[in-house]
């Protein structure tokens, strides 16, 4: 295949872009916007106090939301908003997964919602593989503080300490006597500790979500024809244009 522009149009710049690979396209893309804005939003379960954290994350009618991105309420449903397009590659399914694995969520109760056009979110451009390379430690992280979160709610409605409590698929458990707690019924008491600074995250060996075979969870609404497209949209005095193009 010839690389050469076509005759009379040399164009050096387009062949080196062409050259990239969609990895070094990420990094050109993706580490401007991460030094740019994507950390104001990543940066809500960053360690602050509860009153910082609320400067950063909207206000909403959800029992848990430690980050931006998650929230879990009292039935025990866990919203996850998506921050990228999904367009297709599956990534309204794959950056959830990330948050839950962390989490410890059971995978039934994990939820998505199209997170609005906001700073708080930071650049949500959707290109050049960038949305798993940019948010996979950050959104792993939003899930490991939440678990944290959740586990010391459930050591102190089990009047015991943090060390004899584990989390299990949706509920956190007091090892010693067999006693457990959903996510749902700890929310409340969730929600008043602090956001922890510096958690660790699960090894690859203990995975149980990332890398193995997980429903998408955008496909039931498609299929269903449920989905709302941005062609759905409808605002109070919403007025409609057509490009008309005189036919030669």
């Not at 989490?103 to 998505?112: F, G, N, P, T, Y």
Request: contains cysteine.
């Amino acid at each position: 295949m010839n690389d050469a522009p076509p005759e009379g149009t040399p164009t050096p710049s387009r062949l080196a872009w062409a050259r990239l690979s969609r990895r070094e396209l990420a990094l050109l893309f993706g580490g401007g916007a991460l030094a740019g804005g994507v950390g104001l939003g990543l940066g809500v379960w960053g360690g602050a106090k509860i009153e910082r954290r609320r400067r950063f994350v909207p206000p909403g009618p959800e029992t848990f939301r430690p980050s931006a991105y998650l929230s879990i309420d009292a039935s025990g449903e866990v919203t996850v908003w998506v921050s990228r397009s999904e367009m297709g590659q599956g990534v309204s399914t794959a950056l959830p997964m990330l948050v839950a694995e962390e989490l410890d969520a059971d995978w039934r109760d994990v939820r998505i919602a199209q997170a609005p056009t906001s700073p708080t979110f930071g650049i949500q451009t959707t290109v050049a593989s960038e949305s798993i390379a940019l948010l996979y430690e950050p959104l792993r992280q939003a899930g490991a503080a939440a678990r944290a979160m959740l586990l010391g709610a459930g050591a102190a409605a089990f009047a015991a300490p943090p060390r004899e409590c584990a989390t299990e698929p949706g509920v956190v458990v007091h090892r010693p006597s067999g006693r457990a707690l959903p996510y749902g019924a700890l929310a409340e008491a969730a929600a008043a500790v602090d956001v922890p600074r510096d958690v660790a995250l699960k090894e690859p060996s203990a995975f149980r979500i990332l890398g193995k075979p997980t429903p998408r969870l955008d496909a039931p609404a498609k299929v269903r024809g449920q989905a709302v497209y941005g062609l759905d949209v409808r605002v109070p005095g919403m007025r409609f244009a057509a490009l008309a193009r005189a036919l030669a």
